[in-house]
T-cell receptor, first 109, second 114 residues
Framework: AQRVTQPEKLLSVFKGAPVELKCNYSYSGSPELFWYVQYSRQRLQLLLRHISRESIKGFTADLNKGETSFHLKKPFAQEEDSAMYYCALKGAAGNKLTFGGGTRVLVKP | GAVVSQHPSWVICKSGTSVKIECRSLDFQATTMFWYRQFPKQSLMLMATSNEGSKATYEQGVEKDKFLINHASLTLSTLTVTSAHPEDSSFYIC??????????FGDGTRLSIL
């Protein structure tokens, strides 16, 4: 079975401070991990995926298979980063995504 | 980039009626479409996976006779909530992907059953 856990429902940081959103997963094979973001009144958008190993909007995430984690980080948060963030896992065999519960990020001025 | 259009964005109807929600991929051929349900302040729960030209695969606990899914073309999937009741009120979201791209999501449909 696939499971994704985001332990923090809400993260509140000041502008310019670092932010880290935790994501842990449970999967017996080799998963593909994603971070999706949903800004206020907008659709869910792909932020980044672990196989791309890229930085989007200053965010990075590294897959740690030993700790089964895929934490999302940004060194200097901006007000426009305020949004809902979902970590998601796709198993090797199928197409479907399993989502974590989501973390709401609030960046205060 | 890939665009997924979902219609309608909001629907209110009386208990007992059936409601159809459309999901279209506008600039790519969606070999697979997904339907999710999202309750307030909760995450997305996958309801079913739909491959073009074949029957949908429903997740455990989702009534296939209640939530009819049709994926007749590579750009269109529909979800019909049959004989809707107040407990079916929710936010329904579709997503679509082809063989290469990851899932792209629609704007969602807010369904309110009176």
């Amino acid at each position: 079975a696939q499971r994704v856990t985001q332990p923090e429902k809400l993260l509140s940081v000041f502008k310019g401070a670092p932010v880290e959103l935790k994501c842990n997963y449970s999967y017996s094979g080799s998963p593909e991990l994603f971070w999706y973001v949903q800004y206020s009144r907008q659709r869910l958008q792909l932020l980044l995926r672990h196989i791309s190993r890229e930085s989007i909007k200053g965010f990075t995430a590294d897959l740690n298979k030993g700790e089964t984690s895929f934490h999302l980080k940004k060194p200097f948060a901006q007000e426009e980063d305020s949004a809902m963030y979902y970590c998601a896992l796709k198993g090797a065999a199928g197409n479907k995504l399993t989502f974590g519960g989501g973390t709401r990020v609030l960046v205060k001025p | 980039g890939a665009v997924v259009s979902q219609h309608p964005s909001w629907v209110i109807c009386k208990s007992g009626t059936s409601v159809k929600i459309e999901c279209r991929s506008l600039d790519f051929q969606a070999t697979t479409m997904f339907w999710y349900r999202q309750f307030p302040k909760q995450s997305l729960m996958l309801m079913a996976t739909s491959n073009e030209g074949s029957k949908a695969t429903y997740e455990q606990g989702v009534e296939k006779d209640k939530f009819l899914i049709n994926h007749a073309s590579l750009t269109l999937s529909t979800l019909t909530v049959t004989s809707a009741h107040p407990e079916d009120s929710s936010f329904y979201i579709c997503s679509a992907r082809d063989r290469v791209q990851p899932q792209h999501f629609g704007d969602g449909t807010r369904l309110s059953i009176l």
